[in-house]
C-alpha cells in the first residue's frame, strides 16, 4: 500500500513538472495543447493548472483563437514567479545580474578586484545582490537559484574549484561557501567555457547547431564543447581544457600551470601583452606617445599600434597558433561551428581571417568544407547567459519553488 501510495505521488509530481516545462518552453498555450503534447487526460491537465495558477506560476493572459468552439483561455508561465541570479568570475573582477524567468535582466552590477581570495570574492557578490535586491525592489526569497561562471577545472556535481591558475584557487567549495552567504540560495558552478558555449547554443551564433565549440580566449583559454545539444564535460568534468596542452614542442614560455610551451602561455591576453611590451622598444612608444602599460588587447589592431611591425608579427603569430589548436578541436570532435569568444575575439577581422586561414590549414579539407569559425556577435556576455540558462535547468527540475 505504501510502495502504491508512492509511486502514485511520484507520478502526480511527474505530470506537475511536464506540464510547467511544457508552458515554459510553448506558452502561450491552451489546456487542450498542454493535454495532447504531455499525453495526460483533461481534466488532469486542468487540476494541475488550477494549482498553478493559485500559486502564481502560471497565469492566464487572454484568449486564443477558435477552432470550432469556444476561444480557449491562453496560458504561459508568469516570468517573475521567481528569479535568478547569474554570475562570472574573473581574475580581475565580478559580473552579477538578476534576472526573470523569461530571460529578462533586471539589473545588474560589474566590479573590479584586484583579489581573488574566495572569500573577498564572495563577499563582493554578495554586496552586489543586495544591492540589485534593493534597486529593483525583489525580495530575497524569490531569488530560487544561483549560476556561477569560473575559470579553471571544475567540479559541477560537486560545486567545487578544483583548480584555477588564474585565481590562484586549488580545491576550493565555493557553491558551498557562496551560498551560506547568499542565505542559503542553492548555487550551481561550471566552468566558464562551458557556461560560454552553452549560452551560445541557447541564445547567439549557435542556436542551430547541435554540435558547437566555444573557444574563450582571454585571460586564460578554454573550450566549451557542445555534443547532441548537451554540455560535453568528459569524465571528471574537466573536458576542453586546451589552454594547457604544449603547442611548442621543446621550451616556450612560462605557463601559469607550471608546464612550458602551452597554449595559453602563448596565445592567452596577459602572455600576448606581454610579448609586445619585450618587443617592442621604448622608443617606438614614445615616438607614438603611447604609455606601454596602459596598452589593451583592443589596441593592438588599431592605428597607431597596428602599423608597428613587431605587433603585426606577434598578432599573426598568434592568430596562427590559434587556428591550429581550432583544427585539432575539429579533428577531435568533428563539430559544426568553432565560436572565437572572449577578449581576443574582438581585435578585429583581419585577426579572425588569420585564425581561420590557420584553421583550414592544419586541417584535413573535408572538415573545413563544413565547418564554420565564427565570432561571438551576443550583446550580452555568453559565460553570463550560460550561467542563467544552467541555474534555471535546476529551477525546472525543483517541484515546490516555494521551498528552496
Known amino acids: 500500500m505504501n510502495r502504491l501510495s508512492s509511486n502514485t505521488s511520484d507520478i502526480r509530481r511527474i505530470n506537475r513538472l511536464l506540464v510547467r516545462d511544457i508552458i515554459r518552453r510553448n506558452g502561450p498555450i491552451c489546456r487542450s495543447d498542454i493535454a495532447k503534447t504531455a499525453g495526460l487526460t483533461p481534466p488532469t491537465v486542468t487540476n494541475i493548472v488550477s494549482d498553478m495558477l493559485k500559486a502564481g506560476i502560471v497565469e492566464e493572459i487572454g484568449y486564443g483563437k477558435s477552432t470550432g468552439g469556444r476561444r480557449p483561455v491562453m ?49 563582493t557578490i554578495t554586496e552586489s545582490f543586495r544591492a540589485l535586491l534593493t534597486e529593483t525592489g525583489i525580495a530575497e526569497e524569490k531569488v530560487l537559484w ?52 552553452l549560452g551560445e547554443k541557447v541564445y547567439g551564433i549557435g542556436k542551430a547547431c547541435s554540435n558547437l565549440i566555444y573557444l574563450n580566449v582571454s585571460m586564460g583559454i578554454g573550450a566549451g564543447v557542445i555534443i547532441d545539444d548537451n554540455v560535453f564535460r568528459g ?124 584553421a583550414k590549414a592544419h586541417s584535413l579539407i573535408e572538415f573545413m568544407e563544413t565547418v564554420r569559425v565564427v565570432r561571438s556577435t551576443m550583446r550580452e556576455h555568453p559565460e553570463l547567459m550560460g550561467a542563467y540558462v544552467l541555474a534555471m535547468e535546476q529551477v525546472f527540475a525543483m517541484e515546490d519553488w516555494n521551498h528552496r
Open 75 to 123: 496560458l504561459e508561465l508568469n516570468s517573475r514567479a521567481g528569479f535568478i541570479l547569474a554570475v562570472t568570475i574573473q581574475r580581475g573582477g565580478t559580473k552579477v545580474v538578476l534576472m526573470d524567468l523569461a530571460n529578462n535582466i533586471l539589473a545588474r552590477q560589474d566590479t573590479q578586484l584586484s583579489v581573488s581570495s574566495p572569500y573577498e570574492i564572495t563577499s
Open 146 to 197: 544561483c549560476g556561477v561562471a569560473s575559470p579553471g577545472l571544475v567540479n559541477s556535481d560537486l560545486g567545487v574549484v578544483e583548480i584555477s591558475s588564474n585565481l590562484s584557487w586549488r580545491k576550493v567549495p565555493f557553491a558551498h561557501i557562496l551560498s551560506e552567504s547568499l542565505s542559503g540560495i542553492p548555487v550551481h558552478i561550471e566552468n566558464i567555457s562551458n557556461a560560454a558555449a
Open 235 to 358: 569524465a571528471h568534468g574537466y573536458a576542453g581544457e586546451i589552454g594547457h596542452v604544449p603547442m611548442i614542442p621543446h621550451g616556450g614560455p612560462k605557463c601559469s600551470c607550471g608546464r612550458e610551451g602551452c597554449l595559453e602561455a602563448f596565445c592567452g591576453v596577459p602572455a600576448v601583452l606581454r610579448r609586445v611590451k619585450a618587443e617592442v622598444s621604448d622608443r617606438e612608444f614614445r615616438k607614438l606617445d603611447v604609455d606601454k602599460n596602459g596598452i589593451q588587447i583592443r589596441h593592438l589592431t588599431k592605428p597607431p599600434l597596428s602599423d608597428i611591425p613587431e605587433i603585426q608579427r606577434i598578432m599573426d603569430e598568434t592568430g596562427c597558433m590559434i587556428g591550429a589548436a581550432i583544427a585539432h578541436l575539429i579533428s577531435l570532435f568533428d563539430t559544426e561551428m568553432v565560436i572565437l569568444g572572449g577578449e581576443l575575439s574582438g581585435v578585429g577581422d583581419s585577426f579572425l581571417e588569420t585564425v581561420i586561414r590557420s
